[in-house]
């Protein structure tokens, strides 16, 4: 493969090269399909039984989702075959998006701290199960007027 | 492993594509650069408000009705239909691109074929979740579920979702319609008397986007 003068950009049509591959797609299918499938069976049936490990699983979620995103971009949208130049003008600017995630959920956690720390009717609210409330006579889901439509 | 290119090749040097692709393929990845940062946009301000409040709805309980199984407690197998639905129509859609590259016009049909039928299948699917969950008292403005430790739920649940998975549907339908005006073109016998598919990898790319969203949407709104 040392040599590729030929650009794409006259025409895939003399498709010499470009004889695509078709087992790299299944492959990348298979690789999808198992982590999703993963995914799914920790959902389901693992995670609800240990609210202690919530933030373990929803580390191992973003591990899943990253990989999916990785082969959906580079094997499918075809972009780990294309020239560096090209990957780094797309993955350069998606990196922005580890700063905005960590500084945008860090802002909303403080906020929370902040708001249970001096709105204490906020947090009273916030903290009482709907059961209690429903004391009154009222029923659960027609707790809400505007719910009934 | 990015594509081996001759030492002393001049990409700047004028009359080749630098980045050696067609233009309009590479103006689509900056359009769905750009698309990228609106639904991540979306998604972090749902995060933000997610970790700014003391509860949240558990996705188990709100997302576990399957069509036609009455009140059976089926936590996320119905995402993971739709989930399949979507993942497959984008290996249908890489196969039609592939049948592109070597000018077969009969099983880019086929493969775009079934790539809209994905896609409006998964289109079904959301119209039914969308209905059900409204039917159950949610949509923008209300919420019937309550958080996951029993405590009164704010509405920014059901807003944030209907609102992202709104968006998305959306994408999901301009997909198909895409797909189809492409299938049209094909069928017609445009891109043969233009002599290359690119028209359909431009397309391709749009609809494993669309594909890669629906990743994220799923891991935040049914996973977290």
């Known amino acids: 493969m040392a040599h590729h003068e030929h650009t794409h950009t006259e025409a895939h049509g003399n498709g010499e090269k470009h004889s695509f591959d078709t087992k790299a797609i299944w492959r990348t299918f298979w690789i999808l399909l198992v982590i999703t499938c993963i995914e799914l069976i920790i959902g389901m049936f693992i995670a609800p039984h240990y609210h202690s490990m919530k933030l373990m699983f929803n580390i191992l979620y973003i591990i899943f989702t990253g990989a999916k995103a990785f082969y959906i971009i580079a094997e499918f949208m075809h972009l780990r075959h294309e020239i560096k130049n090209m990957i780094m003008t797309i993955a350069v600017p998606a990196l922005l998006f580890v700063w905005f995630i960590a500084a945008f959920l860090w802002d909303g956690n403080s906020y929370k701290n902040l708001r249970n720390t001096y709105d204490p009717h906020h947090k009273e609210a916030t903290s009482t199960p709907v059961e209690k409330k429903a004391a009154h006579g009222e029923h659960g889901a027609e707790a809400k007027p505007e719910a009934v439509h | ?224």
Not at chain 2, 176 to 183: A, S
């Open chain 2, 1 to 224: 492993m990015a594509q081996a290119v001759p030492a002393n090749q001049k990409w700047w040097g004028g009359g080749r594509s630098p980045f050696n692709v067609e233009y309009g393929k590479l103006m689509m990845w900056y359009f769905l650069m750009s698309d990228a940062f609106t639904f991540g946009a979306f998604l972090i301000a749902y995060g933000t408000v997610r970790f700014s409040s003391n509860g949240w709805p558990d996705p188990n309980v709100v997302f576990s009705s399957f069509p036609g199984m009455g009140h059976a407690h089926m936590p996320l197998v119905f995402v993971s239909v739709m989930t399949f639905i979507l993942i497959m129509s984008s290996v249908t859609m890489v196969l039609a691109v592939g049948a592109g590259h070597s000018n077969d016009r009969k099983s880019v049909l086929k493969w775009l074929g079934w790539t809209i039928v994905g896609g409006a299948a998964f289109l079904g699917c959301q119209a039914w979740e969308w209905t059900h969950l409204y039917h159950q008292g949610a949509w923008w403005g209300m919420n019937p579920f309550v958080n996951a430790d029993g405590t009164e739920a704010s509405t920014n649940f059901t807003n944030f979702f209907f609102t992202i998975t709104g968006f998305h549907g959306f994408h999901v339908f301009s997909g198909v319609i895409i797909n189809i005006i492409m299938f049209i073109m094909t069928y017609k016998g445009v891109f043969d008397r233009r002599g290359h598919y690119l028209m359909i990898e431009k397309a391709g790319l749009y609809w494993h986007f669309v594909d890669l969203v629906w990743v994220f949407v799923f891991t935040c709104f049914y996973l977290f």
